[in-house]
């Protein structure tokens, strides 16, 4: 006799996610519901809360913090004066944020000797980078990140460019194969790859996956852990979603990052997913990027996975024995100077924006960009402007096609802005562009993981690779040069079709930190 299956609908009614909303839900109702009842007790209540948000906007207007994100919550709790205030507070002031940022100091201090064993080129940097100098000694003496010359990089553009590397690569893993990504989803892409994880692990390669909860949370079956350790892979789920308001499931793992041996290293903006190699069109044809490192660069992506590694498994192992250059020295040919650097929001120091800004403000020929999203505050959008301004070719590109029309709509309502102070603004016509670059003055180039948008910047954990000199920097180039025949430029006039929702765009730039 067979046993007996619920229906597939209540199946669905009871898995995590389901569940999750309806306890957030519910919390929610609860609040409201005691706030909104007649009796004494919630009219205390709702006098206390009220002196509670004008007390919090206080502290609000007087912290050291973005000033898009004083404006949003100032409306916010002028909106809402009864639950501002307390929502203020409950997403702010939580136990288990600072516990994260804690565990993550405590890991960094155990990591930060290490970024800089044998092999980083600080020396070769200050012979030649002249005014771009800055740059590096900010990534290494001020954040950590030490710049390396023995490497040698490569520029994958699209994402059927990273595949094919990225399997070549995987098949010559002999100590291990460490992977962390935003999205994996099941399908050709993934199933690819696992074939061969599967195969490396069985021979005795240590194998390690890090995916972000809430990233996968539509995609991937809530076994899908079990399934990787059954296979061999051992695996690990970044900041699992919970069903609690709190400000910390905001904050999620967005880096790409492939390491092979601690000798190869792979970022950008390509997750796992088919979307991003066009084994489907999702949104037209998705134009992506990526960077490949070998030699001694790839040791720092090491370290930053495997402190996410610790961070995500509570764990503590011997880090330096990774290290793959211990008994014989690298020996891959210079080719310029790399510097992979990594962003923490629990933190605040905004590498990611700090890396952008300087390039603009150091630019004197050109800065061509890739962004998927341009929503920014206002220190970035003066940065632009005033580099077109000074007489530099700022191109900026960003998809015609969009994925989510909220922030697609945000975007364009920068466009005006910066089209009048000299900046040329492009959208890729021929599908979707996710590609996350900035190149200038045939020099320099950073490839990575971070968007032009609040999230990005200010709540993700982001990574990327800063290059100067180096032969991808012109691939950078010449692939932004190849994309613009396909590309749509938008002039002032054009800004005009969107003045009859210009009002709708104004408030969804005022709910942008939120995008």
């Not at 001694?296 to 290290?323: G, H, P, R, V």
């Not at 020929?365 to 632009?384: K, W």
């Amino acid at each position: 006799m067979k046993p007996r299956r619920f229906p597939k609908w209540l199946r669905k009614l009871f898995r995590r996610r389901m569940l999750i909303a309806f306890l957030i839900v519910l919390q929610a109702v609860f609040i409201i519901y005691l706030v909104a009842s007649r009796s004494m007790l919630s009219q205390r209540l709702s006098r206390l809360l009220q002196i509670i948000s004008i007390l919090v906007v206080l502290y609000i207007v007087s912290k050291r913090d973005k000033g898009a994100y004083k404006t949003l919550w100032v409306f916010l709790i002028l909106c809402f004066p009864i639950f501002g205030g307390l929502l203020y507070l409950l997403v702010t002031f939580q136990t288990a944020t600072r516990i994260m940022c804690k565990e993550i100091r405590t890991v960094q201090e155990q990591t930060k000797q290490l970024y800089f064993l044998p092999g980083d080129g600080y020396d070769s940097a200050k012979e030649i980078t002249g005014s771009h100098f800055p740059q590096v000694r900010y990534l290494q003496d001020y954040v950590g990140y030490p710049v390396y010359s023995n490497t040698r990089t490569t520029y994958l553009c699209p994402g059927e460019a990273f595949q094919e590397h990225l399997l070549q690569q995987l098949e010559k893993a002999e100590h291990y194969i460490f992977l962390e990504f935003f999205i994996v989803q099941e399908g050709y892409f993934w199933d690819s790859i696992f074939t061969i994880l599967k195969r490396k692990a069985a021979e005795g390669v240590i194998v390690r996956l890090i995916y972000d909860d809430l990233g996968c949370f539509f995609v991937l079956p809530t076994d899908f852990a079990k399934q990787m350790e059954n296979a061999g892979i051992e695996c690990a789920i970044f900041n699992p979603f919970r069903p609690f308001l709190t400000v910390k499931q905001n904050n999620r793992d967005h880096r790409k990052i492939v390491v092979i041996d601690g000798k190869v290293a792979f970022t950008g903006g390509i997750n796992l997913a088919d979307e991003y190699i066009n084994a489907y069109e999702k949104y037209g044809h998705w134009k992506d990027s990526a960077i490949m490192l070998g030699g001694n660069a790839a040791w720092s992506f090491t370290l930053m996975f495997l402190e996410m590694w610790q961070l995500c498994k509570k764990c503590d192992e011997d880090i330096a024995s990774y290290y793959p250059w211990q008994f014989t020295p690298c020996d891959v040919e210079p080719d310029g100077l790399v510097q992979p650097y990594a962003d923490s929001p629990m933190d605040n120091e905004n590498v990611g924006e700090h890396v952008y800004l300087q390039i603009l403000n150091e630019a004197k020929d050109y800065v061509y960009i890739n962004t998927p999203y341009l929503i920014v505050d206002d220190s970035m959008v003066s940065a632009l402007c005033l580099a077109a301004k000074r007489g530099v070719d700022v191109r900026i590109v960003t998809p015609h096609r969009w994925d989510k029309w909220f922030v697609h709509m945000t975007t364009r309502s920068y466009y005006r802005e910066l089209i009048r102070a000299g900046v040329k603004v492009y959208e890729y016509s021929n599908g979707f562009i996710h590609a996350k670059s900035f190149v200038s003055d045939d020099v320099i180039a950073t490839v990575g993981t971070t968007n032009l948008d609040f999230r990005s910047l200010y709540l993700h954990f982001e990574c990327g690779t800063w290059m100067y000199g180096s032969r991808a920097v012109m691939q950078v180039k010449q692939d932004f040069l190849n994309t613009l025949p396909v590309c749509q430029r938008i002039e002032e006039k054009d800004c005009a079709r969107y003045l009859s929702s210009k009002l709708f765009q104004e408030i969804l730039r005022l709910f942008a930190p939120l995008m």
